[in-house]
């Protein structure tokens, strides 16, 4: 079965700060792996994928997220956070010729001024 | 470009009501079409999928139910409302390969009283 960990409920960060926002995996073979973010009464954006090649992956708004597979972590980063970036932000996976995502439960990211 | 446009917005029903949400999906053919819940306390629930006209596959015995009457149109119901059946509904579409991002509709906001 699939699963996708989130063990922080709120991640709070200063506005300019280093923002991370944690998540593992565990998915049989090899892992199809997403972000996502949700601003308050909105449907869920897409940010960024990893598929396969470079674990280091680049996306919307300045953020990237790196696969580790000995760890079976796929954290998104962003280098500088900002205010707007105060929102909720779902980690997902799945594995090959699986058409269902596995969600994490969410992260509440608080970006403080 | 492709859009996915959810309506209503909101809905507030008294319990026994009957329920229709719809969903539809412009600039692609052929997509997979998904419902989702997401309660109050942020996690998603994947309730219907649909690979084809037709085609529902559902995920969590309940109160609800979904049809895909054309290709790009899909529509969640139910015949009498429960409390419980409060929530944020969203639906999504991918194209129709593995590794495809979910693309989610704005939501419903339903409020079941």
């Known amino acids: 079965a699939q699963s996708v960990a989130q063990p922080e409920d709120q991640v709070n960060v200063a506005e300019g700060n280093p923002l991370t926002v944690k998540c593992t995996y565990s998915?049989?073979?090899?892992?199809?792996l997403f972000w996502y973010v949700q601003y308050p009464n909105r449907g869920l954006q897409f940010l960024l994928k990893y598929i396969t090649g470079d674990n280091l992956v680049k996306g919307s708004y300045g953020f990237e997220a790196e696969f580790n597979k000995s760890q079976t972590s796929f954290h998104l980063k962003k280098p500088s956070a900002l205010v707007s970036d105060s929102a909720l932000y779902f980690c997902?996976?799945?594995?090959?010729?699986?058409?269902?995502?596995?969600f994490g439960k969410g992260n509440q990211v608080v970006v403080i001024p | 470009s492709q859009t996915i446009h959810q309506w209503p917005a909101t809905l507030v029903q008294p319990v026994g009501s009957p329920l229709s949400l719809e969903c539809t999906v412009e600039g692609t053919s052929n997509p997979n079409l998904y419902w989702y819940r997401q309660a109050a306390g942020r996690g998603l629930q994947l309730l219907f999928y649909?690979?084809?006209?037709?085609?529902i596959s559902s995920e969590v015995p309940q109160n609800l139910s979904a049809s895909r009457p054309q290709d790009r149109q899909f529509i969640l119901s139910s015949k009498k409302l429960l409390l419980s059946d409060s929530g944020f509904y969203l639906c999504a579409w991918s194209d129709d390969h593995n590794n495809s991002p979910l693309h989610f509709g704005n939501g419903t906001r339903l409020t079941v009283t």
């Open positions: 649909s690979v084809g006209i037709g085609q």
């Open positions: 998915v049989s073979g090899n892992p199809y």
């Open positions: 997902a996976a799945l594995s090959y010729g699986n058409n269902r995502l596995a």
